[in-house]
């Protein structure tokens, strides 16, 4: 059974394999590893060029297991993402022929090129960890994040996700530009080409089950407990919403406080903990009354930070 403080030492060899490659912000690695320890998807928007595939891409090589990359476009299909059954003349019997979404990690690049119908073939496979077809229900490895890019929705070809695909990622959150060095370093070791491909893993799969199951015995106190309450309670009473956080929402805010905490090297959850990834987990889940249509997930997302610096924090 990995210990608090191989559990310590394996995040950090995850923390310095991932920035190896990727030079943008550590709270943007630090979300990457808090959804990997608690079983969370991450969704990570911004305008194209700025790394977000390659954070996708480095993290998924630096843990044991299989990792695939779907580029989300207009013209792709359910069958493409989950797989399909196709019948076999000699055995008269369909064989089912899994798609790529049946690895450890699957990156989902530009998932807002999709169309909907082929977004929510991800639905029950975030959700329950499996997909069916034909009537028959196959499991997922375990294992199992998905990392989702995509792009504003004001860009051409970019379509809005439904409430309740945004509702399947644990956090959504963007990685701005990078600062002045870190775009130097950049354009002078190019790390993305010359270090990515010759990236190993640093952790198996076993390891991280064991981290997940850590992070699991993490303690929220009560307190704490009634403070994530407090804050949802405070967005379902904001007249701008037509839906505030759910407990379903409550519940990610706790999973993503306490994995916060042992990528802190913490066995317990502090305030900051929840403060410091509120809105980032719930931002995308609460419902504009007019829509989002009249109130985009940025607007959304200072909204929820007004409630954060309102609602009094236990003492």
Do not use: W
């Not at 059974?1 to 690695?29: C, D, N, W």
């Not at 130097?184 to 993305?192: D, S, T």
């Not at 931002?283 to 504009?288: E, N």
């Amino acid at each position: 059974m990995t210990t608090q403080t191989e559990s310590t030492e394996l995040l950090g060899k995850l923390r310095e394999s991932i920035s190896s490659v990727f030079l943008g912000p550590q709270l943007a690695v630090d979300r990457v590893l808090c959804c990997l320890l608690a079983r969370g998807h991450l969704l990570l928007e911004d305008v194209p060029g700025v790394g977000k595939t390659v954070l996708a891409t480095v993290a998924a090589r630096s843990i044991g297991g299989t990792a695939k990359r779907i580029q989300m476009t207009s013209d792709l299909l359910p069958a493409d993402v989950i797989g399909v059954s196709v019948y076999e003349e000699p055995t008269r019997e369909f064989r089912f022929m899994p798609g790529p979404v049946f690895a450890n990690v699957v990156i989902a690049d530009e998932i807002n090129r999709a169309p909907p119908r082929t977004q929510s073939a991800l639905l029950e496979a975030m959700n329950d960890n499996s997909v069916s077809v034909d009537g028959t229900t196959h499991p997922l490895p375990e294992p199992f994040l998905v990392i989702a890019t995509q792009n504003p929705t004001d860009h051409h070809g970019a379509y809005a996700l439904p409430e309740s695909q945004l509702d399947r990622f644990l956090v959504r959150t963007s990685l701005g530009y990078l600062d002045d060095e870190s775009e130097v370093r950049v354009l002078l070791e190019n790390p993305a080409s010359t270090t990515l491909e010759s990236l190993t893993p640093v952790a198996t799969l076993d390891d991280v089950a064991a981290m997940q199951k850590v992070t699991d015995s993490t303690t929220l106190s009560r307190p704490l407990a009634e403070y994530i309450r407090a804050l949802a309670v405070a967005t379902r009473q904001r007249t701008e919403l037509a839906a505030g956080l759910s407990t379903r929402g409550s519940l990610a805010v706790a999973r993503m406080a306490r994995a916060s905490a042992r990528v802190r090297d913490r066995d317990y959850v502090t305030t900051d903990d929840i403060t410091d990834h509120f809105a980032a987990v719930a931002a995308h889940r609460v419902i504009p009354a007019g829509g989002y249509a009249g109130m985009t997930l940025d607007d959304a997302e200072s909204l929820v930070r007004d409630v954060l610096r309102e609602t009094p924090m236990p003492l």
